[in-house]
């Protein structure tokens, strides 16, 4: 018999990160619609609310700009309490160039925010963080959020079940939302199942205390990317958030040589207030990210979500969370709980992300090639400044390098935008150009 | 209203969509509060009311039909912009995102047809209800 979801079933939730609550209150919100009444435990050691590690997701923080869209349907509005700054544009940065790309509305539809309570060296916990405001949504609709650390689980007469020091709770469905950061993949191990581990690489997150005033005068509500030809260095970015920048390097391998030549770049350094020591902040992290997925992210009453299955390579972690998050909450309540349920109806949502990564590699392999070919890079700037300061010119680098940099649409669609041979044909000539001509690019913003 | 925020910022009275042009996008707002008004014989009539967390002009993304009131500030109001791409590609790929969309419109039916009934009731009802008033 298949099993499924009935009145009185229990779900465990292992982690209260975004996939974890995510996944709660998708699962109450349709168990409601069916009338159907579920308890649900979300086991969660950190405390949001705290500043520094103890309540971090270690995250460059960023709701990019289809998920902000993608909440507000579902009824959730990031308030200004968590929004610390709503970004409207970005500037791309390559070592001689600076160019500034505006949404077509001139909205701010991507949220900067902090996961948790914000860095360590946090003055005053002015906002609150993104982990702990879900979390209390998910509260809010019966979710029971228990504080502590699962380190023990087995199986008791077909079902999962999750032992603690001092008390033990079976479980009809449980739910792994461990992200990549913690022993949680030992205990799916234990349950038996059959998947590999996924891939994973270190990336770099540090939080610099500049204050929102400096911070506004200089970076302003953009989103900062650097194309630097520094090997291994994939994806560079400094994220404007209310008193502090959060610097994110996405790579192979991140380590200090590479951080210091980023920092020591003169398009770093120009970012920045002239008497600026830029180096790392107080608090910073090298957080694992996932790569690439892990093979079968569900058996029986069990599925894994977010990071630790799949989620979108370097950009987006947050809206990968909410599509698994969605799609195994959709699949419990609506067809069943058993590996067959999970495999019709939840791995096509979990596959169109791990294969869509693959078109992500190819473009960041590109992206690598035309760093390190200096007229090609030029022609990216050129073909940009040329859209940018014709209004009624067609935006294609531009939205190219929009969706790319924030994660606003799948790799698959950037990839074949570029084979446009009208995108083709116009790259191929301000290429050209790039390389007849030296100086910079005319459209360059002048600020900063 | 502080950089912390989300959307785009519209001063009271400001038009945040216009009767008769395509429906290329919907709305939340995220602050404040709208009104929605419907343009008969060059005056505007109110025919209703927006509030935070309300979403508009998906009507025009359904029916592909040109917007059916026009939608103004009351007040300072903050207004998220949803692409129509971009939504019904989700929707595509997540029928349900639909659901809360559905919800909206199914209250608004209901509150149409109550004032609807309210309308209808007016000559005879009334009349009768006077009677029974006077005693």
């Keep these: 018999m298949r099993a499924a979801l009935e009145d009185g079933s229990r779900v465990g939730i292992i982690g209260g990160g975004p996939a974890g609550s995510f996944f709660a209150q998708f699962l109450l919100s349709f168990a409601h619609r069916m009338d159907l009444d579920l308890s649900v435990d979300i086991y969660e050691p950190r405390d949001f609310t705290k500043p520094g590690p103890a309540g971090c997701n270690m995250c460059g923080g960023i709701v990019s700009e289809t998920l902000v869209q993608a909440l507000a349907i579902e009824g959730i509005n990031l308030p200004s309490g968590i929004v610390q700054r709503g970004i409207d544009s970005y500037e791309l940065h390559t070592d001689a160039d600076r160019i500034r790309i505006a949404t077509p509305l001139s909205e701010k539809r991507i949220a900067a925010i902090h996961r948790g309570g914000g860095p360590r060296d946090v003055k005053e916990l002015t906002w609150g963080g993104l982990d702990g405001y879900l979390q209390t949504l998910a509260k809010n609709l019966g979710a029971k959020v228990i504080a502590a650390r699962v380190s023990e689980v087995d199986w008791d007469k077909g079902r999962p079940r999750v032992l603690l020091p001092d008390s033990a709770r079976t479980y009809d469905l449980l739910v792994g939302a461990t992200g990549v950061n913690s022993t949680g993949w030992q205990l799916f191990e234990k349950l038996g199942l059959p998947s590999k581990h996924c891939e994973t690489t270190k990336a770099y997150i540090t939080e610099l205390h500049l204050g929102s005033e400096t911070i506004g005068r200089h970076f302003g509500n953009s989103m900062h990317m650097f194309l630097l030809d520094i090997p291994r260095l994939d994806c560079a970015a400094i994220i404007p958030k209310g008193d502090f920048l959060t610097v994110c390097l996405l790579g192979r391998d991140i380590d200090k040589d590479l951080i210091n030549t980023f920092f020591e770049s003169p398009a770093v350094k120009r970012c920045f207030p002239s008497n600026w020591n830029v180096a790392e902040g107080v608090c910073h992290c090298s957080p694992k990210i996932n790569v690439r997925e892990a093979t079968r992210p569900f058996m029986d009453r069990l599925v894994l979500l977010g990071d630790c299955g799949a989620t979108r390579l370097y950009k987006d972690g947050i809206g990968a969370a909410y599509r698994t998050a969605k799609a195994a909450a959709r699949t419990a309540v609506f067809s069943g709980i058993s590996a067959e349920d999970f495999q019709r109806h939840y791995w096509p949502v979990y596959r169109s992300i791990a294969n869509d990564n693959r078109f992500g590699w190819l473009i960041f392999a590109v992206v690598h090639w035309i760093k390190a070919f200096r007229p090609l890079l030029r022609g990216v700037i050129r073909m940009t400044a040329g859209e940018q300061a014709r209004p009624s010119a067609a935006k294609r680098m531009s939205i190219v390098l929009w969706d790319m940099f924030t994660g606003s649409a799948p790799y698959r669609e950037i990839f074949a935008r570029t084979l446009d041979p009208r995108f083709l044909g116009r790259f191929a000539w301000e290429s050209a150009l790039a390389a007849a001509s030296r100086g910079k690019v005319k459209g360059e913003v002048a600020h900063g | ?135």
């Design chain 2, 1 to 135: 209203m502080d950089d912390g925020v989300l959307g785009r910022e519209y001063a009271d009275s400001a038009v945040i969509c216009h009767q008769g042009e395509p429906g290329d996008r919907m709305y939340v707002i995220q602050a404040g509060r709208a009104t929605v008004l419907r343009e008969e014989g060059g005056v505007e009539v109110v025919v209703g009311e927006l509030k935070t967390g309300d979403v508009f002009g998906e009507m025009a993304i359904f029916d592909r039909q040109p917007r059916s009131a026009t939608v103004r500030a009351k007040g300072a109001a903050r207004v998220l912009t949803l692409d129509k791409r971009a939504f019904l590609r989700q929707v595509h790929e997540d029928p349900s995102l639909a659901y809360r969309v559905l919800e909206g419109m199914s209250l608004r039916i209901r509150r149409l047809d109550a004032e609807l009934s309210g309308i209808r009731r007016c000559p005879q009802q009334e009349a009768v209800l006077a009677a029974q008033a006077r005693g």
